[in-house]
């Protein structure tokens, strides 16, 4: 059974950082491109960051492009997203996502096979 765990999330106040972690089982990790997605009440589940396999190659939403940093560690099935200079506008459920494909830097939720259960972010002004 796959598994996506999602930690890290919290409160924090403009300008702060956090740092998410989505923790995996159930497949080779390192055979899936990964991303991250957000949804902020009312609105629907946006596009943040996605990396290749080796972790070599990333993209990003403009709207945290320069701010928001994703990485993986093959080793320990677990992917990150380090998020500063945080904005009240970047509060939302966090998710993590996995692509069983072979796409390159999948960006749509569709291309996405297995999800987390998400992980809160709220930024407070």
């Known amino acids: 059974q796959v598994r996506l765990v999602e930690s890290g999330g919290g409160l924090v106040q403009t300008g702060g950082s956090l740092r998410l972690s989505c923790t995996t089982s159930g497949r080779t990790f390192s055979r899936d491109s990964m991303g991250w997605f957000r949804q902020a009440p009312g609105k629907e589940r946006d596009f943040v960051a996605v990396i290749s396999r080796t972790g070599t190659s990333t993209y990003y939403a403009d709207s945290v492009k320069g701010r928001f940093s994703i990485s993986r560690d093959n080793a320990k099935n677990t992917l990150y997203l380090q998020m500063n200079s945080l904005k009240p506008e970047d509060t939302a459920v966090y998710y993590c996502?996995?692509?069983?494909?072979?796409?390159?830097?999948?960006?749509?939720?569709?291309?996405?096979?297995?999800w987390g259960q998400g992980t809160q972010v709220t930024v407070s002004s």
């Open positions: 996502a996995a692509d069983t494909s072979s796409r390159w830097l999948p960006a749509r939720q569709v291309e996405y096979n297995y």
